[in-house]
């Protein structure tokens, strides 16, 4: 784009007339996953100017875009790839996190299934910056159809050329190869998603060494989201000028945002960093369809906040919503209404995390799996004592920061902030050995 | 490396890891993922510490607190777990604070929701990681209400090993074992989350070093089935000593319990076997107490085709006495087993000089031995190529199949400090690839190694020498490697040093041509000690094959020649086969019984120490050749171990009743040399495989076919 769309304020608003929506834009345009389609739209365009100003110049536009990883973490992606030993002439990995498993998360699978030729140039451009010749996809198992499109995606791509030997006649080299998981949340941690890709148990790695020094088969690797991806292509297409004219001052660009719960529209939506929740919820999801008491912001591991004007009007950036005590995470919003036990919908979730844990590290594996999801159970059931919820809390300290991997500190996002929140409830009850609300009897047995 | 372990400063190595610290510092973090020669993964979670580090400013230098003026410590927002932390210039390490206390009490309770706490029952008990850590940093107390998780308690993994998945407290360290140092992949976690377990999808853990998880496996999830319910750990006398079932004398504990040997356990020697044993040395010990003769016996009625009564030495002397007296001390043979010890062997050779006699052997033995310097083990691990001719080494040597792993890995070896081996080396990372192009092996039936080695045939080892030496095209790519290689070293073995001079010579031209070193791997034990003394048919002296002689003194050896007609006597520990010849038999001690010093492959004198095992009158040679003396009116030169000692002493200018627990390799030069050896006649090859000794395979015991059709019943 010219220079001349840089604008003097940046974009905050999906309603902000200067914003264009890029990552999502080709979603719902009939074929839109097949190859001419995304080339009719001005696919593998991005590629072809990555080629143009040369690999170290598009790791540069990566630093200067601001864009930090979509996986949750929200390191900066550009200086991930810059950590890779470029001149070591190793073989060299770039690996796409696939493994989209958190609840209230689903931005990834709509990426692969609709427009899954955005994610492969964004791996190829990504290889080419770092001098990978192979790149591998990391398929969360139950994405069916996810990963057909992105089989089928890599085979038009090879038959066109933007795949294998000397892609575009710029003599790079690169392949891509899908690898469905099967069935396990920690394969999202990266070490522990090299590990599966290896064929080995499934268990995070020790970090340091990090990916970028030793990762899959000990060789030099770097490891982003799917919308990372995505992301990459966009800013190598229209520049890093364009992306950073979105969002806030330290968090740059737009984002696909996920809305689940009693909303009138739940599903997935792109706006810029730094939008408010209420712009979300109101403007975009058309507002909940039941009192609500709490908001998870970004994925299920990210604390509760509450339904306040507070919060509602907090603009959803990483920042701020660490200010406000939560995380960014995923941008997976769930809403809990009002009238939903609060100690049954963490229970749901500190389930989740019990059966997911790897059972690599004690604490997660006997403090989560082995006795957090029983206190739940316990509580839910309406056998619980004075005492333990002050037990959960020492239990929670004893595990908070201690773990391995963040899987156990993840589960702790709901505990601990539902229990800030909404300590009345689970006092309730204790006492009356049933909640004033209802909650979900599918797990109750 | 300057690092702060609270309050004191201490100098430690860069690369440290955080735990080793603390220990250097002299204080102490509870651990169980982390072991000794395993890579750390941080995995229990037990050692906790609060941490910091100083920092650099933009412009380089360290930036200062500003109160203090001191650099200011950064400190993690988070207890970190020791064994995977790298200590780094400036550190300050909190090992002893509340909250460490408190973090480390809470993992303590976490790993104990799940595990049975049935320590009354259990073998571990007294010397169990987990037992001592609870009382050290737990609570005391459980504030866990639920059921405990149950699994398979009595799951015998194997013949030897026996699972109790209900005590696992998933440290990994079986695992990481087996790939690691083995390099063989039988364990690993079924299924996940609280509901891991430990199992091995093969039938029986095949593998020749797997006794070593019952040694570090920190609960008694994983126990010595061959000792199982034998004994309490404070009930066993623990003897350290070394196993002499192979020439790498591996550093042991016997543990006798009522004079009885009931559980051998690896005990470290960073230069010999690291901590580690194979299953032949571990377990290969329950034919001791099957069937053992411990009283000297006699033949009623004077003649062979008498039985066997119990006798006393008195009698026994008495006898022998009477026959010997009727033939020319010449004329009696001495011959003996190759483990017995550098003391018995003197004696042995000093008392064939006394009585005048030229036949004196052992067995098994090679005809000839090389003179060149062995490396060490440590430098088998170190090697940058190594070239095996004609052995099997899983069999021959079994540990130093260990060390060619280790130099399959790299060769890192850990760091040693004040208070032992690093617990946690960062330097030894998980699942490391082996570099297989550094190990070629040939020999003319496949063996175990050959699955390691990047190139590997069954061809006779001795033409793979002949050929190598005749510079055969097909071998372009060895003699690159060896060219190439710093540090190459060759291994021949029984298949190759059993053809005698010729063939020894080659392989000693080879060596030479590419500086390499050169490892024949010893017949037995000892062999490399006995090699240094006239232990050899001298003259017209009979050989073992040959055993033309009026009388022979025959100890620990199974077979005598069939046309055998003379005075037998036999000192052994069981009726073997040559004893159901013998005119007298003598009780014998094992060798976990003597005391006394063992040369190994490298040429490493290692001390053997008795262990509390009643073996009623049994003695060893040295006993033996006293009551000769007795017999025969002689006072023997040597006539125990400090006598040998002395002579030692005067030859080697060594004290060998004093040698470091590690043992030191011996300089033999101004000695008699091994060269003497070429006098002898044949090669003994043969009785390398008819010889008995332990299965070193699979750690069976094997009691002696003949004793055992001697004797009704046996329990194994
Ligand atoms: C327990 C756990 C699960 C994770 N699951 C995912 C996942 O499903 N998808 C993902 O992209 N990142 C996941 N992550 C984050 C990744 O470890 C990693 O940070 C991310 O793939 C990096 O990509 P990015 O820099 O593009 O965000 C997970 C992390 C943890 C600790
Ligand atoms: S916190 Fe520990 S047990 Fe849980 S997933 Fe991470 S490493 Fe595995
Ligand atoms: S985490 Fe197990 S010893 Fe450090």
Known sequence: ?445 | MKVTVDGRTIEVPTGTSAIDAVFAAGLDVPYFCSQPYLSPIGACRMCLVEAGSPRKGPDGTLILDEKTGQPKIFWFPKPQASCTLMASEGMVIVSQSASVKKAQAGMMEFTLINHPLDCPTCDKGGACELQDRAYEYGYGDSRFEFDRRHADKHYNLSENVVLDQERCIHCKRCVRYFEEVPGEEVLDFIERGSYTFIDSAEEGLPSNFSGNITDICPVGALLDNVSRFRGRNWEYDHTATVCTACSVGCSITVDARNGQLERIQGRENYQVNQTWLCDGGRFGHTWLRHERITTPMIREGGTRAGAWVPATWDEAIRLIRGKLGEISSKNIGLYSHADITLEEGLALERFAAQLGTDSVDHAPRYSSASTLVPPTLLEVSQADFVLVLGADVHEEAPVLALRLEEMLKGGLLPARYEHGTAIADLRMPERVVRQRHKLVVFSSKSNLLHGKAGLAAEISGASALHDLLAGSAAFADIFKSLEAAQKPIVILGAEVACLGRAVLQEAETLVQKYNAKLLVLPAASNSSGLSHLQLVPRGKGSSLQAMQVGAALVSRLEQVPADFAGFLMVHDTHLTEAATRADVFLPAVSSYEKRGTFINLEGRALTLRGAAIDAGESVDLMGVIGALGDALNLKPEIRGVRSAQREFQKRLNIDLSSLPDEGQIINWSGTSSAATFSAATSSVHSSVTTMWKPNMLRGKNVVPQQARELFVGGDD
């Open chain 1, 1 to 445: 784009m010219p220079d001349t769309l840089i604008p003097p304020k940046p974009i905050t608003s999906a309603l902000d007339s200067r914003f264009k929506p890029s990552l999502y834009a080709r979603v719902g345009i009939p074929n839109s996953f097949s190859l001419e389609s995304y080339q009719a739209g001005g696919g593998y365009q991005a590629l072809r100017r990555a080629f143009a100003i040369g690999n170290d110049a598009v790791i540069d536009e990566m630093k200067k875009s601001g864009l930090r990883g979509r996986g949750g973490a929200g390191f900066p992606t550009g200086l991930k790839w810059s950590f890779m030993p470029l001149k070591d002439g190793k073989q060299h990995y770039v690996i796409c996190n696939a493994d989209e498993s958190e609840p209230g998360s689903f931005k990834d699978r709509y990426l692969m299934t609709e427009d899954p030729h955005q994610m492969l140039e964004g791996m190829i451009i990504a290889g080419f910056a770092m001098r990978a010749s192979m790149g591998y996809i990391y398929i969360r198992g139950e994405y069916v159809l996810a990963a057909e499109r992105v089989w089928a995606a890599i085979h038009d791509a090879r038959v066109a050329g933007l795949l294998g030997k000397n892609i575009l006649g710029s003599g790079f080299d690169f392949d891509l190869q899908v690898h469905r998981g099967a069935g396990a949340y920690i394969c999202g941690e990266e070490t522990a998603l090299m590990n599966s890709l290896e064929g080995l148990r499934a268990n995070p790695r020790l970090k340091p060494p990090f990916p970028a020094q030793a990762g899959i088969y000990g060789l030099p690797t770097t490891i982003n989201n799917v919308e990372s991806f995505c992301a990459a292509t966009q800013i190598i297409r229209y520049g890093w000028e364009w992306y950073s004219s979105m969002g806030t001052e330290k968090s740059k660009g737009n984002k696909l945002f996920q809305i689940s719960g009693p909303v009138q529209r739940p599903g997935v939506f792109e706006l810029p960093l730094g939008a408010t929740f209420r712009e979300m919820i109101f403007d975009f999801a058309g507002g909940p369809l039941e009192p609500i008491k709490a908001i998870i912001p970004g994925g299920s591991s990210t604390p509760m906040m509450p339904w306040t004007d507070t919060v509602l009007d907090a603009p959803m950036d990483y920042e701020s919503i660490t200010a406000q005590g939560s995380m960014l995470g995923t941008g997976g919003l769930i809403l809990i209404p009002q009238n939903y036990c609060i100690v049954n919908a963490t229970w749901n979730l500190v389930r989740f995390y019990a059966h997911e844990s790897c059972g690599k590290c004690t604490p997660c594996r006997e403090g989560i799996g082995g006795w957090m999801v029983k206190m739940y159970e316990k509580l839910v059931r309406g056998q619980g004592k004075p005492g333990d919820v002050e037990l959960i809390l020492d239990m929670s300290d004893n595990i908070g920061g201690k773990s391995f991997c963040a899987l156990a500190d993840a589960c702790l996002g709901p505990v601990l902030s539902s229990i800030k929140l909404f300590r009345s409830e689970y006092d309730y009850l204790i006492a009356n050995g049933k909640s004033q609300y209802g909650g979900s009897s599918r797990w109750a047995d």
